[in-house]
């Protein structure tokens, strides 16, 4: 079955600072990639997804990349703000109605 | 407009009890979904609906756990004989139609606590 992964638990930028985060998939028949963001106390918030007929697209200060070839997406957040600051999922998932697999999420901290 | 309620937002139980927690999706959602979320964790998949009828419920961990969807919208998770290692967060979540490639859209959860 498919397992996600992040390749950091926490991360601390400088507010202002580009953020990058990333995460690894292992099926290769994933086809569909969204990032969560989740702040205390709170569910998952949409932030964008992306199909596997895309390697990049891009919403309001966030792009997300998918590298198929190494199983690898990351989420760029440009001049992080203070309320960037949350825990970040990916979750990949194939069609034919499959669940959406989640990674253990990136604690993103924005130092003022 | 309005998102995915959950109801109650934390409950507190004794081992052995029994539990509902209920979910109310978007308007006009057809698929919804059941997680659980421990701490430090991402969410793992429980169940998901279509309609009434349960399209997947590969994710229960056994047979305590159960849910429901009798009229296609409002859900309810049951879980009987609670044990302490049920205590987690109960997300729920709701797509338009079935189907991976839609996007779910989350509620903001039910926080169990087994004591």
């Known amino acids: 079955g498919e397992s996600v992964g992040l390749h950091l638990p926490t991360l601390s930028v400088q507010e202002g600072d580009n953020s990058i985060i990333n995460c690894a998939y292992s099926?290769?028949?994933?086809?569909?990639f969204i990032w969560y963001k989740q702040e205390s106390g709170k569910g998952p918030q949409f932030i964008i997804d992306?199909?596997?007929?895309?390697d990049k697209r891009q919403g309001q200060r966030v792009t997300v990349l998918l590298n198929k070839t190494v199983k690898h997406l990351s989420l760029q957040i440009a001049a992080t703000q203070p309320g960037d600051s949350a825990v970040y999922f990916c979750?990949?998932?194939?069609?034919?109605?499959?669940?959406?697999?989640f990674g253990k999420g990136t604690r993103l901290s924005v130092i003022a | 407009g309005a998102g995915v309620s959950q109801t109650p937002s934390n409950k507190v139980t004794e081992k052995g009890k029994y539990v509902e927690l209920r979910c109310d999706p978007i308007?006009?959602?057809?698929?919804l979904y059941w997680y659980r979320q421990s701490l430090g964790q991402g969410p793992e998949f429980l169940i998901y609906?279509?309609?009434?009828?349960?399209?997947?419920d590969s994710g229960l961990p056994n047979d305590r756990f159960f849910a429901v969807r009798p009229e296609g919208s409002v859900s309810t998770l049951k879980i009987q004989r609670t044990e302490r290692g049920d205590s987690a967060v109960y997300l729920c979540?709701?797509?338009?139609?079935?189907?991976?490639?839609?996007?779910?859209?989350f509620g903001p959860g039910t926080r169990l606590l087994v004591l």
């Open positions: 099926n290769s028949a994933s086809d569909y």
């Open positions: 979540a709701s797509s338009l139609v079935q189907g991976a490639l839609e996007t779910q859209y």
């Open positions: 979750a990949a998932a194939s069609s034919g109605n499959t669940p959406l697999v």
């Open positions: 308007s006009g959602h057809t698929a």
């Open positions: 609906f279509q309609g009434t009828g349960a399209a997947d």
């Open positions: 992306i199909r596997s007929n895309m």
